[in-house]
């Protein structure tokens, strides 16, 4: 960490969208970059062998552990919430799967926000600017359709966000592959297409068997070199500094950055970048006095800008994970059951980066229709070759297969809301996050 306080842009957290930006900014030689993540380096060997996100999440070497509130919708029940606290934030834990979205969700973002930039065709460019998919490693292989969706110019894939093909398959997931199938769901090998409808196995991002996080691919070939980057970890932003312009208009010009021992105040000439993520950065501005003028007025906060919309709005994918017991079919459950199936697959994986240890945990997907009148594919399936009661807890000692289903187009709604103005105290034991998941029903949707 060197003594300088002033960089033009502060980048706050070091996940998926951060560690990106950070490159993308620093490419630039006039300009100075400060990366503050709040969490540690990425140098635990569990977030880089695929199955560790069974020992990631959970963990407070890399998750914040923040926990619903008890939801009435969900019989008073609170729900883990896991949220990435290390470089490469949630890419570092997550399940690895490569998924863009649906075309008409970019489309409904432009005319929402009036703003073109986030129709699909732009952002396929982007997509396709950092991209580095396996079937264009020969780009002679592959159609020209595919280039048009996934390659850069005419050479493949030349991007740092790798994409691979799943190292191992199972019967069971093959068997509900085709079940699906037979039942009217088209097989697909590639989801990202615009409309992601169909089954099959799902693309990674992984690299040769690890998990490729976004620090990998955007933090450490290019920026560690950069001497116009500086990244501190363990360093938490715990308040932005906002000041009124001689204009009259409030500006956002630094950040008080907490490392430990002692809180530096940063100040950006040109922007300071909220990245901390769907849980953090709303926190973050509500500790900061942007918010709900009530919410921030009950807790001491001086209101900066009265903005009712800072934490509302949360949506997320509920899935209701189904787990059916199959018989003479492997399962990891069975296989991994006892000592000598451990040792075969701790083996698999040292000899060949292959086998249940370089798994994402849903290896198997099928996008479809709730019923034959959605104009678009409106349920996800995420099928497993295993099943336990919640991740992060043993596997069960019978042969099963989960197949978790969620509604892709949810009404319900939560909201984020800090419950003390202390950051140090956005911890397990305090929480301040409230995704509340309020059920909705309506004839549409297969699970509000
Ligand atoms: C369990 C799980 C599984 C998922 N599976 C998939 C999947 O298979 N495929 C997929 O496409 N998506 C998946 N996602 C979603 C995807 O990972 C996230 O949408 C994406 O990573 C979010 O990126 P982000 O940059 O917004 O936030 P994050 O990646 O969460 O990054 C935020 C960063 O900011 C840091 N930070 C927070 N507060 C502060 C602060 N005050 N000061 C400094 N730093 C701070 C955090 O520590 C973190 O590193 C999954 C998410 C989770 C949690």
Same mark, same amino acid.
């Given at each position: 960490?060197?003594?300088?306080?002033?960089? #033009?842009?502060?980048?706050?957290?070091?996940? %998926?969208?951060?560690?990106?930006?950070?490159?993308?900014?620093?490419? +630039?030689?006039?300009?100075?970059?400060?990366?503050?993540?709040?969490?540690?380096?990425? #140098?635990?060997?569990?977030?880089?062998?695929?199955?560790?996100?069974?020992?990631?999440?959970?963990?407070?070497?890399? +998750?914040?552990?923040?926990?619903? !509130? *008890?939801?009435?919708?969900?019989?008073?029940?609170?729900?883990?919430?896991?949220?990435?606290?290390?470089?490469?934030?949630?890419?570092?834990?997550?399940?690895?799967?490569?998924?863009?979205?649906?075309?008409?969700?970019?489309?409904?973002?432009?005319?929402?926000?009036?703003? #073109?930039?986030?129709?699909?065709?732009?952002?396929?460019?982007?997509?396709?600017?950092?991209? /580095?998919?396996?079937?264009?490693?020969?780009?002679?292989? @592959?159609?020209?359709?595919?280039?048009? $969706?996934?390659?850069?110019?005419?050479?493949?894939?030349?991007?740092?966000?790798?994409?691979?093909?799943?190292?191992?398959?199972?019967?069971?997931?093959?068997?509900?592959?085709?079940?699906?199938?037979?039942?009217?769901?088209?097989?697909?090998?590639?989801?990202?297409?615009?409309?992601?409808?169909?089954?099959?196995?799902?693309?990674?991002?992984?690299?040769?068997?690890?998990?490729?996080?976004?620090?990998?691919?955007?933090?450490?070939?290019?920026?560690?070199?950069?001497?116009?980057?500086?990244?501190?970890?363990?360093?938490?932003?715990?308040?932005?500094?906002?000041?009124?312009? *001689?204009?009259?208009?409030?500006?956002?010009?630094?950040?008080?950055?907490?490392?430990?021992?002692?809180?530096?105040?940063?100040?950006?000439?040109? !922007?300071?970048?909220?990245?901390?993520? @769907?849980?953090?950065?709303?926190?973050?501005?509500?500790?900061?006095?942007?918010?709900?003028?009530?919410?921030?007025?009950?807790?001491?906060?001086?209101?900066?800008?009265?903005?009712?919309?800072?934490?509302?709005?949360?949506?997320?994918?509920?899935?209701?994970?189904?787990?059916?017991?199959?018989?003479?079919?492997?399962?990891?459950?069975? $296989?991994?059951?006892?000592?000598?199936?451990?040792?075969?697959?701790?083996?698999?994986?040292?000899?060949?980066?292959?086998?249940?240890?370089?798994?994402?945990?849903?290896?198997?997907?099928?996008?479809?229709?709730?019923?034959?009148?959605?104009?678009?594919?409106?349920?996800?399936?995420?099928?497993?070759?295993?099943?336990?009661?919640?991740?992060?807890?043993?596997?069960?000692?019978? *042969? @099963? &297969? %989960? @197949?978790?289903?969620?509604?892709?187009?949810?009404?319900?709604?939560?909201?984020?809301?800090?419950?003390?103005? /202390? &950051?140090?105290?956005?911890?397990?034991?305090? *929480?301040?996050?409230?995704?509340?998941?309020?059920?909705?029903?309506?004839?549409?949707?297969?699970?509000?």
């Amino acid at each position: 960490m060197s003594d300088n306080t002033e960089f #033009d842009y502060i980048i706050i957290g070091g996940g %998926t969208a951060g560690a990106l930006l950070c490159n993308r900014l620093s490419a +630039d030689k006039q300009n100075s970059v400060l990366l503050v993540e709040a969490g540690r380096r990425d #140098d635990y060997h569990w977030i880089h062998i695929p199955v560790g996100y069974l020992y990631c999440i959970g963990n407070p070497r890399t +998750d914040w552990l923040y926990n619903t !509130e *008890p939801d009435p919708g969900l019989n008073g029940r609170t729900l883990r919430y896991p949220r990435g606290k290390t470089l490469g934030g949630c890419s570092s834990i997550n399940g690895m799967i490569y998924m863009r979205g649906q075309a008409r969700d970019y489309e409904q973002w432009a005319q929402i926000t009036g703003d #073109d930039e986030w129709r699909w065709d732009k952002v396929l460019a982007a997509f396709r600017r950092h991209e /580095d998919h396996w079937r264009l490693d020969d780009p002679a292989k @592959a159609s020209d359709a595919f280039k048009q $969706l996934h390659g850069s110019k005419s050479t493949g894939g030349s991007g740092e966000w790798r994409v691979e093909k799943q190292r191992l398959r199972w019967d069971i997931l093959d068997a509900f592959a085709e079940a699906a199938t037979q039942a009217g769901v088209p097989a697909t090998d590639d989801f990202n297409r615009g409309t992601n409808e169909g089954v099959g196995y799902f693309e990674v991002n992984q690299k040769g068997g690890w998990r490729w996080n976004t620090a990998k691919a955007f933090l450490r070939p290019t920026c560690y070199g950069r001497p116009n980057f500086e990244m501190w970890t363990n360093a938490q932003a715990s308040r932005l500094i906002v000041e009124t312009q *001689p204009d009259g208009t409030q500006r956002c010009t630094g950040v008080e950055v907490w490392t430990g021992q002692e809180m530096i105040t940063m100040k950006a000439h040109k !922007e300071v970048i909220l990245s901390a993520g @769907a849980v953090n950065s709303p926190q973050l501005l509500q500790l900061s006095g942007i918010g709900p003028a009530a919410l921030l007025q009950k807790h001491g906060i001086d209101v900066v800008r009265d903005l009712p919309g800072v934490g509302a709005n949360l949506q997320d994918h509920l899935q209701i994970r189904a787990v059916y017991k199959v018989r003479n079919v492997p399962t990891l459950n069975v $296989l991994a059951s006892n000592m000598l199936g451990k040792a075969k697959i701790g083996l698999e994986y040292a000899l060949r980066r292959s086998g249940p240890m370089s798994m994402a945990p849903s290896q198997l997907g099928a996008f479809t229709r709730s019923s034959p009148e959605m104009e678009h594919p409106n349920i996800e399936y995420h099928v497993q070759p295993l099943s336990l009661d919640a991740f992060g807890e043993p596997l069960h000692h019978f *042969p @099963a &297969f %989960t @197949a978790s289903v969620c509604n892709l187009n949810p009404t319900s709604r939560g909201s984020v809301t800090i419950k003390s103005a /202390d &950051f140090r105290k956005a911890r397990p034991s305090h *929480p301040i996050t409230c995704p509340r998941m309020k059920t909705a029903r309506s004839p549409q949707t297969a699970c509000a």
